[in-house]
């Protein structure tokens, strides 16, 4: 197998120098050279345990003949920045990881890479790393959590820092409690949030080992997985495919298949379209509508439905939902281990794989059809929808399958703020009305960074007397395991110039899932025709969007140059 960076080498004798002063030898410079980055670090769960799939990637490499090295390139967590400032850096990060990954890449004519990770951004920032430099790379996810008590999930957290805030509502052994068990293990957060849903489609598009989406982080299997990964990337590098040929525009709508069958994270509208980018292709946003208009919704999983992404897997996760879908599927495209996606389904059900862990589900109780329904059994199709009117003339995202269908169809009175904060903060102090319509603006890209809103959102859920009965509308994102009736990525955002600007306090919103909907149909309380509010907006715009406060560093440069949320939220 010839190694790609011969010539790199015959041109500076300390290039092999600095190599062999690391602790490689005068032979393992001749071998096949594979880039193993991950995004391990003490960042959170999903980070910490990388170094452990990192060491057995590198056994699978030294076992066909090539020589690894491990790069890192830590991650945030959207956890850990909740409700501060931090949050306004966590989708930035994607960009920032996609280049340093870009960087450690391009420094060495690498033969190969193999990229870790197991959470929101940094899967994303993998993928699009993986597509614009082009070289064979297999990702390798980092698995799901263990469940809460009770079947529970970290966000517990919704229910404990509402009653926090609230006199008397909750005690300090409570908070303790579960802060000793919110997150029992190492791994991405047990609901099928933005990181379980990343994970998920890095496999659907291809790009990771058949099955090893969502493996439970603390099983043997997904050391299995990263050996495996290791081994196959020589496969990969001797075949000479790469990423451009297994992202292709049909393993993309493959994926949106997956992700509109799973109930997949709104924030997948933002990272599939980014990635489609670097491969030089728009993903367009209404693309996700078309496909969720025919798709079976059949993941029984939280937030849209009852069961963890542990049982999830004990189901037959990906490939199970990809058997039952296989008549909607591009079943020619081709994958990570050199064969298309309908031959991996055939050697997976060789090898008994889709029954192997149905005693797992045993051990809960569960049976596959409460996990992962039937086609025929489906409650609805799809799982989001892309809403467009004169709020949202280019679009927005909701997730309805997490949505009650009382609020499918909701008309009522827009309760404006131009920070989430301060909502959240009239949600806590009970400022907000059942009917209302809280809008959140300035929170686009070029606004603050798009920040998710979940602790708004949570505030809202777990508050008896408005879950249910409130709507969000945001030109921010969400969490993927928001619940409720969150309308998010308006776009044009505020800070573009976006309607969504000129809304004001008392004006009368109307939105319908099913018919794709989202207006401003009254002005001040009285009810108006959408042309006639349409206009209003447009008067009102001549008075111009806030200012933005003063920005430095990274902040400035992604705020300032960030695209559309329906383009991918990535940088021009």
């Known amino acids: 197998m010839n190694q790609k960076s011969i010539k790199e080498r015959a041109l500076w004798a300390q290039f092999d120098a600095l190599e062999m002063g690391s602790g490689w030898d005068d032979t393992d410079i001749t071998k096949p050279q594979i880039m193993i980055e991950d995004v391990f670090g003490d960042s959170h769960p999903g980070s910490v345990h990388l170094n452990q799939l990192a060491e057995q990637a590198k056994f699978g490499v030294f076992e066909q003949g090539g020589f690894p090295a491990q790069y890192h390139a830590t991650d945030v967590c959207d956890g850990c920045a909740q409700g501060h400032d931090g949050m306004n850096m966590v989708l930035a990060s994607r960009e920032a990881i996609a280049n340093m990954v870009e960087v450690h890449a391009s420094a060495v004519p690498w033969d190969g ?19 614009r430099m082009d070289i064979p790379t297999i990702f390798m996810p980092g698995g799901s959590m263990r469940p809460g008590p009770h079947m529970t999930t970290s966000l517990v957290a919704g229910d404990i820092s509402l009653r926090q805030k609230r006199k008397d509502a909750i005690t300090p052994q ?10 029992p293990s190492v791994g991405a957060c047990t609901f099928l949030g933005t990181a379980s849903t990343m994970q998920c489609m890095a496999e659907a598009i291809g790009l990771a080992l058949p099955g090893s989406a969502l493996v439970p982080a603390t099983m043997r299997d997904i050391l299995q997985y990263a050996r495996q ?16 040929q297994i992202m292709t525009p049909a393993a993309f709508r493959n994926a949106i298949i997956v992700h509109s069958a799973i109930g997949g994270s709104t924030n997948a509208t933002i990272h599939l379209p980014s990635i489609a980018r670097e491969l030089g292709y728009e993903l367009p946003i209404e693309l996700f509508d078309e496909i969720n208009h025919q798709v079976p919704h059949l993941g029984n999983i939280n937030p849209s439905g009852a069961q963890l992404t ?40 060789r090898d ?60 009522g009175n827009a309760r404006v703020f131009n920070h989430e904060e301060d909502a959240y903060a009239a949600v806590v102090s009970g400022q907000i009305n059942p009917g209302d319509i809280i809008v959140i603006r300035y929170e686009g890209p070029r606004g603050c960074g798009m920040p998710e809103m979940l602790m708004t959102t949570e505030g809202i859920v777990c508050d008896e007397r408005l879950n249910g009965k409130v709507a969000l509308i945001t030109d921010g994102r969400f969490s993927g395991a928001t619940r409720g009736a969150a309308i998010g990525h308006v776009s044009p955002e505020a800070a573009a110039g976006g309607p969504i600007a000129f809304i004001e306090e008392g004006d009368i919103i109307s939105y319908d899932i099913m018919e794709r909907t989202m207006n401003l149909t009254g002005i001040h309380g009285v009810p108006c025709t959408i042309e006639e509010a349409a206009k209003v907006l447009e008067e009102r715009s001549k008075a111009g969007i806030l200012p933005r406060e003063k920005r430095k560093g990274f902040y400035k440069l992604y705020t300032d140059h960030a695209v559309s949320a329906m383009k991918g939220a990535g940088l021009e």
Request: charged letters at 20%; a negative charge; proline letters at 4%.
């Open 229 to 244: 990964a290791g081994r196959q990337i020589l496969n990969l590098v001797k075949l000479g495919i790469t990423p451009s």
């Open 310 to 349: 542990e049982s999830f897997w004990f189901a037959g996760g990906v490939p199970m939902v990809q058997l039952m879908l296989k008549d909607m599927l591009d079943l020619n495209v081709m994958t990570v281990t050199g064969k298309t996606l309908g031959e991996n389904l055939e050697d997976l059900e």
């Open 174 to 183: 409570e908070v303790r409690d579960y802060k000793l068990t919110g997150c």
């Open 113 to 131: 890479m193999i990229l870790s990770s197991s959470c929101d951004k940094s899967i994303p920032a993998h993928l699009k790393a993986a597509a």
């Open 352 to 411: 008994n794989w889709f029954n192997r862990n149905l005693g797992y589900l045993e051990n809960y109780g569960l049976t596959r059809d409460q996990v992962i329904f039937p086609v025929d059994k489906a409650p609805e199709k799809g799982s989001v929808a892309i809403l467009k009117g004169n709020i949202a003339p280019e679009g927005s995202v909701v997730k309805y399958s997490a949505c009650v269908e009382e609020q499918w169809k909701v008309t």
